[in-house]
């Protein structure tokens, strides 16, 4: 059944080097800093794709953008895991940054930026440097208040980008080629975006997906007011959101949609770049729209936007036991802790399609988000969307978490707390179980395990009366807050920020929402909208993070008293949610286009990347066998016998490190079709039929191959087609000098 637009939202002792923090702490750290996914159902008879959707005259000028920000695919650790196993091997897709921009037709000053990364959380840095740039190339246009940088919080890009010290642990510290990589594509959005602002129409509806996301962590929310869980069919939300851009004449130029679910479809064993379902799902709509077009040509941009993810998952089959030989094997996970024999490392969560493998999943659960998209943007649910009206508007303040004092709604006062990580955070969850005797839902490990009481003091500092006071009742394991050594280890100054286009606003949020805590605020900042008047009862708000600052988690305090995954990584202790709330409600009327000044901000955090450390090596050499080339062909394709729809053709070259050049905006391979005696390329390293996966087979003479793989898929052309390799070599003395190889020609009938 399908909820209707506005019922939907009425309802609701330091170490003294890198290298030993490094060692310190890398086991403890091995698993998810974050977590979790989604899925989808939906729909049945879809019309034509640029069918106009009725609304009001065009009152935006609206610009859409899409900049390839993939980072070294290789000798890299990627970001969501914290895995220091997870070193990047190879491509499957590229990382993709997606860029909106909404002005007000009547006066173009009042726009707004809304970037969507395929990357693990925004970050303060990253979001600095793109603001830096944009505000220096359109003086007066974006600025510091008015762009947000939304991630869609994948698990399987490249690591090393955030700037505070703690995600940098797997990553052996700061990676500047994956910050710039970033900033660099995501710039190239915004300004295409710029480039193409035209006159146009919004709308805005939602509908139901099922099967899409679960709840990863059910004990903690059922530790949420049985009331407020009766408001509620599913214990996740299961809407996806969707604003609709069309030109002037209704013909869709892209959208924008929101819905929770993490990028963990692929699992940690893992070690090919990609997007995970979100990024999946955009490419599946673009290629639908524009099916000529290769990966990131297209002009139609479809956005996949996180929302309150924190507790969901994709691997929407439950969380089983993988433990052969025990008694437990195959049984569901324990229930309250998600442990196996009292262990969390056999407890693994499984996607819709594991039977065949976390790729097949990572489709599905994509697909199942493009056919609610679809469904509104073109079929079963189109007539569901309204159009937006109103003006454009924005607010921006840097809050300070550290004992943050405020007044609670029943008259008392509260306060946050320094940064600090539970004992359960180093339980990991489904998506991704932690190591030793770690728990979820444990709030005694001290004293079961002493030991960890004497390793933690050995990596941040041991936590005050006053610390351990504030975020009771979470057992500390990792004092962040009070590491400062060689810089910060967590943020403690995040970004709120909201945007507003018409009757929709969007809660930027600097962390990952649990369900419930997602539900509250953006309940309570929908009120707040109606009972000042900026907005009326047609009022929409949606969620977008972990975006700008990464913060961690946000968790409703009964679901922190829990003490799962989630609430042992709510940084900011046990009222962080409800500091939130009452920061964003607070900035409500500044939405208001009669709205003057700028509210009261506590300063920006200082910029932690002057202070950056990294113990990545650079590219040393790179050499070809005697006798050989790069490009060379080692193993070709078959050519005594034609392939066939479903079968993958292979060829393998004499490599060099594809860390020499990141082709941004290109591609290290392509599958070309012979046509009228032409090579014409037909495949990208961005698309998913395809794998790049590169291999060191000698550290010392530089040497290394690459493996271009294509699996054929259904309604290719029967017909004569080739792999190509396009790499970079650098020597010992000299510059970088790019190369190509081709494989042998091939059919397939």
């Known amino acids: ?99 909106w921009i909404v002005a007000d037709a009547a006066n173009p000053s009042r726009r707004v930026v809304f970037i969507n990364a395929d990357i693990a959380m925004g970050d303060t840095g990253i979001r600095r440097s793109i603001v830096s740039q944009l505000s220096s190339q359109f003086p007066g246009l974006y600025n510091n208040d008015n762009i947000a940088l939304v991630s869609t919080h994948q698990h399987s890009g490249v690591g090393g980008y955030l700037e505070n010290l703690l995600p940098q642990l797997t990553a052996l510290g700061y990676v500047k080629q994956t910050a710039d990589a970033i900033v660099a594509g995501t710039v190239l959005a915004v ?106 040509a297209t002009s139609f941009v479809a956005g996949f936007t996180q929302s309150n993810v924190g507790d969901t998952s994709p691997n929407t089959e439950g969380a089983f036991c993988e433990s052969p030989g025990q008694p437990w094997d195959g049984l569901p996970c324990e229930f309250e802790h998600s442990t196996c024999g009292n262990k969390t490392q056999d407890c693994h969560g499984r996607g819709p399609g594991f039977r065949t493998s976390d790729f097949a999943s990572n489709t599905i659960i994509a697909q199942r988000q493009v056919d609610g998209a679809r469904a509104l943007m073109e079929g079963a649910d189109k007539g569901r969307m309204s159009a937006v009206s109103g003006p454009v508007g924005w607010v921006h303040v840097y809050l300070n978490m550290s004992f943050h004092s405020f007044q609670l709604p029943n008259g008392t006062t509260a306060q946050t707390c320094p940064p600090a990580l539970g004992f359960s955070f180093a339980g990991g969850t489904t998506d991704g179980p932690g190591a030793f005797d770690f728990v979820q839902g444990d709030n005694s490990s001290t004293p079961q395990n002493p030991f960890w009481e004497i390793v933690k003091g050995a990596v941040t500092p041991f936590p005050n009366k006053q610390q351990v006071d504030c975020q009771a009742p979470k057992p500390i394991l990792l004092n962040t807050g009070y590491a400062h050594t060689p810089y910060e280890w967590s943020p403690t100054t995040v970004d709120i920020q909201m945007l507003r286009v018409g009757n929709l606003v969007m809660l930027i949020i600097p962390g990952e929402m649990t369900t419930m805590a997602g539900r509250r605020i953006r309940d309570a900042v929908r009120t707040k909208l109606i009972s000042e008047g900026i907005i009326g009862q047609d009022a929409y708000v949606v969620i ?22 989630e609430g042992a990584s709510t940084l900011f202790g046990p009222h962080t949610l409800d500091a939130y709330i009452e920061k964003y409600t607070s900035l409500v009327s500044f939405l208001s286009p009669s709205a003057s000044g700028s509210p009261p901000s506590d300063p920006p955090s200082a910029d932690q990347t002057k202070k950056a450390i990294s113990l990545q090596t650079g590219v040393i050499l790179d050499n070809a066998p005697i006798g050989q080339k790069f490009g060379q062909v080692i193993a070709d394709v078959v050519t005594n016998a034609p392939y066939h729809v479903g079968d993958t053709v292979v060829a393998q070259f004499v490599g060099a ?93």
């Open 657 to 749: 490190n594809p860390r020499n050049n990141l082709r941004l905006e290109g591609t290290f391979l392509t599958v070309d079709q012979q046509v009228n005696g032409q090579w014409s390329t037909v495949r990208s390293d961005s698309h998913p039929s395809t794998k790049f996966e590169w291999l060191r087979t000698n550290t010392v003479l530089g040497y290394s191959t690459v493996n271009i793989s294509w699996t054929i898929e259904s309604g290719t052309p029967s017909g004569t087609y080739r792999l190509g390799y396009f790499g970079d070599s650098k020597p010992l003395i000299g510059v970088i000098k790019p190369f190509t190889g081709f494989s042998s020609s091939f059919t397939i009938a």
């Open 1 to 99: 059944m399908y909820t209707p637009l506005i019922q939907l939202e009425q309802l609701t002792a330091l170490p003294q080097s890198l290298g030993d923090v490094v060692l310190a702490a890398s086991n403890m750290l091995r698993r998810p800093l974050l977590c979790l996914t989604a899925y989808l159902a939906t729909s049945s008879s879809f019309l034509g794709w640029n069918s106009p959707v009725a609304g009001v005259e065009a009152q935006y000028l609206l610009g859409l953008g899409i900049g390839d920000i993939t980072g070294p695919v290789v000798e890299t650790n990627m970001m969501g895991y914290a895995s220091l196993a997870q070193t990047d091997t190879g491509l499957h897709m590229r990382q993709r940054s997606r860029a």
């Open 191 to 296: 300004q295409r975006a710029h480039n193409n602002l035209a006159p146009g129409k919004l709308s805005l509806g939602n509908t139901t997906i099922l099967n899409a996301n679960i709840n990863r962590s059910p004990s903690a929310y059922l530790a949420n007011p049985a009331a407020e869980r009766a408001k509620y069919q599913f214990d996740q939300d299961k809407e996806l959101s969707l604003l609709r851009f069309d030109d002037s004449v209704g013909n869709a130029r892209g959208f924008l949609s929101f819905f929770p679910v993490h990028g963990t479809s692929l699992y940690e064993n893992n070690t090919l770049v990609s997007g995970d379902n979100k990024g999946m799902a955009a490419y599946l709509y673009e290629a639908l729209v524009e099916p000529s077009a290769l990966p990131g």
């Open 544 to 565: 977008a993070g972990p975006a700008n600052t990464y913060g961690h988690y946000i968790t409703t305090p009964e679901e922190y008293a829990v003490q799962r995954y």
